[in-house]
Nanobody, 127 residues
Framework: QVQLVESGGGLAQFGGSLNLSCAAS????????MSWARQAPGKGLEWVSGIYADGNHKYYRRSVKGRFIISRDNARNIVYLQMNMLGPEDTAVYYC????????????????????WGQGTQVTVSS
């Protein structure tokens, strides 16, 4: 079975950094695109970043571009989200998702291209 386990969340100060990890198993990791999405209290799921299967194409939502970096290690079956210059607006539960294809869509309208999500990891940024 496909499994995705996020880790690395916690409390960060304003302007601080956190590095999230998502350990994947149950599928050929290097054959699929991956994304990170987040959900703040009272809001819907919000796409954050995506990366192609080969890691050569990366996309970010405007509000995190220049602050966050997505990367992956296909030899270790891990996708990362390095988050820098954090602010309170970044407080949310962060999820990693497996795409159905090798590619991901920039600023997707729906999440139909994803078939599995992890349990999420909480990120809280203090003022």
């Amino acid at each position: 079975q496909v499994q995705l386990v996020e880790s690395g969340g916690g409390l960060a100060q304003f302007g601080g950094s956190l590095n999230l990890s998502c350990a994947a198993s149950g599928f050929t990791f290097g054959d699929y695109g991956m994304s990170w999405a987040r959900q703040a209290p009272g809001k819907g799921l919000e796409w954050v970043s995506g990366i192609y299967a080969d890691g050569n194409h990366k996309y970010y939502r405007r509000s995190v571009k220049g602050r966050f970096i997505i990367s992956r290690d296909n030899a270790r079956n891990i996708v990362y989200l390095q988050m820098n210059m954090l602010g309170p607006e970044d407080t949310a539960v962060y999820y990693c998702g497996k795409a159905r294809f090798r590619t991901v869509i920039e600023e997707p309208v729906t999440f139909k291209e994803y078939d599995t999500w992890g349990q999420g990891t909480q990120v809280t940024v203090s003022s």
